[in-house]
T-cell receptor, first 116, second 113 residues
Framework: DSGVTQTPKHLITATGQRVTLRCSPR?????VYWYQQSLDQGLQFLIQ???????AKGNILERFSAQQFPDLHSELNLSSLELGDSALYFC???????????????FGPGTRLTVL | SQELEQSPQSLIVQEGKNLTINCTSS?????LYWYKQKYGEGLIFLMM?????EEKSHEKITAKLDEKKQQSSLHITASQPSHAGIYLC?????????????FGQGTILTVHP
């Protein structure tokens, strides 16, 4: 158990809908990362928050957004869902924002999203 | 952008055999991370390498980063069925990419008892 929790574990929805994925980082971690894992694209970085502020952005679609709240939990919002959005969505957390002092990212168990 | 290539893509070994998985980067590696994933589950952190020539071991798994910091290898000695899974290498690109990890496509390891 990494200490990172994600809910829900599974999510099945229809095209065009909107869903929210939730992540609670490890105790003491200020940085949260979101990744998407699919068979064709592999594991890809979406976005990072550090202490409530957006820190880095990857190939995140405009239909996707995220935020980190004062209690440090984070939510990833996916809207106007398409079949291709079906994937495993992981949240990871670390103490620092990343920098010269390398910091390990610990991953949650993931949310499996199926868009029908 | 940085790309990581893992080889082999899949590996089937008999229990007790040694094996090596390689991870090659298109750019200098500022931080190289090895993770293990059971299918459909979360990633488990194994080791992180940062300095050229660095080598780390944990139980029967040893990871190395070459001197030029563009290639890493993961070696498992006397493999066991519990080692089966998907091994992923991830890299921190440095500079403004700090914190953002780029991952290889993964190596699927099967260990037959």
């Amino acid at each position: 158990d990494s200490g990172v929790t994600q809910t829900p574990k599974h999510l099945i929805t229809a095209t065009g809908q909107r869903v929210t994925l939730r992540c609670s980082p490890r105790s003491g971690d200020l940085s949260v990362y979101w990744y998407q894992q699919s068979l064709d694209q592999g594991l890809q970085f979406l976005i990072q928050y550090y202490n409530g502020e957006e820190r880095a952005k990857g190939n995140i679609l405009e239909r996707f957004s995220a935020q980190q709240f004062p209690d440090l939990h984070s939510e990833l919002n996916l809207s106007s869902l398409e079949l291709g959005d079906s994937a495993l969505y992981f949240c990871a957390s670390s103490v620092d924002p990343g920098g010269l002092q390398k910091d390990t990212q610990y991953f949650g168990p993931g949310t499996r999203l199926t868009v029908l | 952008s940085q790309e990581l290539e893992q080889s082999p893509q899949s590996l089937i070994v008999q229990e007790g055999k040694n094996l090596t998985i390689n991870c090659t980067s298109s750019k200098t590696l500022y931080g190289l991370y090895w993770y293990k994933q059971k299918y459909g589950e979360g990633l488990i952190f194994l080791m992180m390498l940062q300095k050229g020539g660095e080598e780390k071991s944990h139980e029967k798994i040893t990871a190395k980063l070459d001197e030029k910091k563009q290639q890493s290898s993961l070696h498992i000695t006397a493999s066991q069925p519990s080692h089966a899974g998907i091994y992923l290498c991830g890299a921190d690109g440095g500079g403004t990419s700090y914190g953002k990890l780029t991952f290889g496509q993964g190596t699927i390891l099967t260990v037959h008892p």
